[in-house]
Nanobody
C-alpha cells in the first residue's frame, strides 16, 4: 500500500521561506507523478505544483516564480521550496501521488489516488 507523508511546515513571516518534504513508503517515486496542493477552510483544494516522472513541472499562477517543486528519486522524497511567502499562502499543504505516463502531471486533485495527511503553513504579516 502506498503511503505518503508531509514533513515540514510551520509558521513564518511575510517574505520568509519554508521547505516541505513528502516521504513515501510502499512506492517507488520514479514510477509516480506527484503534486502539492493546499486548502483553507471553506475553499476547495487547490493545485500548487506538480512534477511528472520525466521531471516536467507545472505551477499555479499564484506561486510561479516563488515556489519550486523537485524530487529525489533515490531518497523517495518530494520537495516544495517556498520563497517570498505571503499571508495568502497560509493553508494546509498536502502532497499527492499517482501512477501515470512519464510526461503526466496535473494540478487537479481528481488526478491523484494517494494523499498525505497535510501539514499547516502559516504566514503572518
Amino acid at each position: 500500500q502506498v503511503q505518503v507523508m508531509e514533513i515540514g511546515g510551520g509558521s513564518v513571516q511575510t517574505g520568509g521561506s519554508l521547505r516541505l518534504s513528502c516521504a513515501a513508503s510502499g512506492a517507488t517515486y520514479s514510477n509516480y507523478f506527484m503534486g502539492w496542493f493546499r486548502q483553507t477552510p471553506g475553499k476547495e483544494r487547490e493545485g500548487v505544483a506538480s512534477i511528472a516522472r520525466d521531471g516536467t513541472t507545472a505551477y499555479a499562477d499564484s506561486v510561479k516564480g516563488r515556489f519550486t517543486i523537485s524530487k529525489d528519486n533515490a531518497k523517495n522524497t518530494l520537495y516544495l521550496q517556498m520563497n517570498s511567502l505571503k499571508p495568502e499562502d497560509t493553508a494546509i499543504y498536502y502532497c499527492a501521488a499517482n501512477r501515470g505516463f512519464s510526461w503526466r502531471f496535473s494540478l487537479s486533485p481528481d488526478a491523484y489516488d494517494y494523499w498525505g495527511q497535510g501539514t499547516q503553513v502559516t504566514v503572518s504579516s
